[in-house]
Every structure is written in C-alpha cells, then in structure tokens.
C-alpha cells in the first residue's frame, strides 16, 4: 500500500512537472505593437499582416496587439512607452528616434536612396553595417532596437498652391513631421517649418496654421487631404521606409528561435510593400485627381534639382556628422 500511495505521489508530482513544462514551452507572450497610420494605410496593413503571420508560425506563442491610428498616443508618446517598456514595439520614421540617437534620422535623410527597393536593403537591422553601428547607441542609450523596416511610398508635396521651386514656398508655413530633420528639409525647401502630429494634421490646414504639406500618395488619400489641398508636387523628395523598434529587455526575453521567425516574417512583409506601393501608387493618383488634386511634375515645370540641392546643403549644413553614414547608405548594392 505504501508502495502504490509513493507511485502515486511520484506519478502526480512528474505529471505537475511536465504539466509545467509544457505551459511553459507553449507560453504565450503578448506584444502591444503601437503606430499612427490610418485604416487602409499601407503601415496599417503592414502591421496587422505581420501580426497574423507571427501568431501562425509561432503557434500561438507570440501575439502581436496592434494598436494604430494613435491609440497609445502620437508618436512621441508611442517612443517613450517603448523606452520605458509600457508598449513593447511600434513603427515610425527612422527620424522619431532621433531624439534618443540623433543619427538614426539619417535613414530618413532626403534624395538619399536610388529607389524604393535600396532603401529596403539599406535599412535591413541584419545586414546593414550603418544601421547595427546605430543600434548599439538604441540599446544603449533608450533600451530599444530596430528589428524591421517596410515601405511606406514615396513622399510628395501639396499645397493650397502651386509650387515650382523653393523660391514658391519662401516665408511660408509647411507642416512636418515633429522631429528636427523634417525641419531641416522645409527649411531646405525655402518653407517656414512647422511641427503637427499627423493627427491634428486636417485641422491645421482647415485653420490655415499650415498652408502644405508632404506625405505619401497613399497617406494624402487617407487623410482625406484633398479636402483642403489643391496641389501634389512630385517631387518624390523622400523614399518613406518606417523602422519597426521594439523594447530591448522585452525583445531579449523572447526566444532566439521566435526573434528570428518575427524579423524573418517583417522582412517578408517589408517585400511585399514594395509590390504595394507599385500597385497602388497610379490608383491613388487617379483617387486624387477625381476629388480635383492638381499633379504637377517636370513637364510642367517643377524644378527637382533646385530642391535637391537646397535640401542636400541645408542636411549637410544641420548634420555634418552624418557624411559617414550617408556614405555607407549609398554604397549599398
């Protein structure tokens, strides 16, 4: 008796063990994932797309949360609940983290990429030699890395009027994103720059507070820009390619084995942008036009070497510590 009552012990105590294991093994971690894109939105689509395949091929153990349009705050909101772990990743400009690493806003940095595929590969945390270099600061400096990066399109200029050259836009208000490169850039453009969350964007053009913009096709669709906007000027300034920056404890306390199926899962996703902003692009623009957006390109006089040269010197004027990277970026194949 005392025999089978000590099997029995034994049997319901490796039972508990195993039992304990095997809840641990299949443990599921949840993952808040915050951004500021609308419904529809190319970084919407993204995000949730990447949250689908990382539950399915991970069985279950990691769930992505996505939290979008601003839900967890703006974007400044979103980068400090990552540092300090309250939200455990998102995704914006490269440029948003700039206020922990300056540099890391040189992956947003103007007539920098030959196309949207480059800027894909130049910005690829595993294989991109200026971006680990600026990872290291992330970790060290705001507790956070950059595991992904996806297109977004590429970004345009409106306006209530028509613009041609910087001359056009002097003495004028532009809204930019709220970080220090997108002012360099309006200044480089001949504008007066103005910070707004893209969230009190239509508001500020509805008021007069800003008199243009800049954002992607898609983006200028979805915000329903045409409402107060007349003209896109195509000067196709910047290839728009977000970082995904996740907490950097949280990120280390998930398996090696499932960090590698999530980066391998937001570089797939990340490819498949590219073929959504082709098949999207010529959609928009004809959307646009149908609400009445006038598009102005070359042909029509708008002068893109006058901006390029205007924004390069006044990028090389506010951040000449960034020739290094800049160089590294380019080289890129």
Do not use: C
């Amino acid at each position: 008796t005392v025999k089978i009552k000590l099997k029995k012990t034994m049997f319901v105590a490796l039972a508990f063990a195993s039992s304990l294991a095997y809840s641990s093994a299949f443990a599921q971690t949840k993952l808040r994932y915050a951004h500021v894109g609308v419904a529809n939105a190319p970084q919407t689509i993204y995000a949730d797309e990447v949250a689908k395949l990382v539950k399915e091929r991970t069985s279950g153990r990691i769930e992505i949360q996505v939290f979008p349009n601003s839900q967890l705050g703006g974007v400044g909101e979103m980068v400090d609940g990552i540092k300090a772990g309250a939200i455990a990743m998102g995704h914006h400009d490269f440029a948003s983290l700039g206020k922990i690493v300056p540099a890391t806003a040189v992956f947003n940095t103007p007539f920098v990429y030959r196309d949207p595929e480059h800027s894909l590969r130049a910005t690829d945390s595993r294989s991109s030699k200026a971006l680990q270099e600026i990872n290291k600061q992330l970790v060290d400096k705001g507790g956070m890395r950059i595991v992904g990066s996806f297109f977004q399109g590429t970004r345009q200029l409106t306006s209530k009027e028509k613009v041609l050259s910087p001359k056009d836009m002097a003495g004028k208000k532009y809204r930019g994103v709220p970080v220090k490169l997108w002012s360099s850039m309006l200044t480089g453009m001949g504008a007066v720059a103005t910070p707004v969350e893209v969230s009190e964007l239509a508001t500020a053009l509805a008021t007069g507070l800003v008199i243009g913009q800049e954002n992607p096709l898609p983006n200028i669709f979805n915000l329903k820009l045409y409402e107060g906007q007349k003209y896109v000027m195509m000067t196709s300034h910047m290839q728009s390619v977000l970082s995904v920056f996740v907490n950097e404890k949280i990120w280390q306390g998930i398996s090696a084995a499932d960090r590698k199926i999530m980066e391998d899962t937001m570089a797939e996703v990340g490819r498949k942008t590219l073929d959504w902003d082709k098949e999207t692009s010529a959609k928009y623009r004809k959307d646009l036009e149908a609400k009445g957006m006038i598009f102005v390109e070359s042909k029509d006089g708008l002068d893109l070497e006058a901006f390029r040269r205007s924004v390069l010197a006044q990028v090389n004027k506010d951040f000449p510590e960034w020739s290094t990277y800049i160089e590294e970026i380019r080289n890129v194949k």
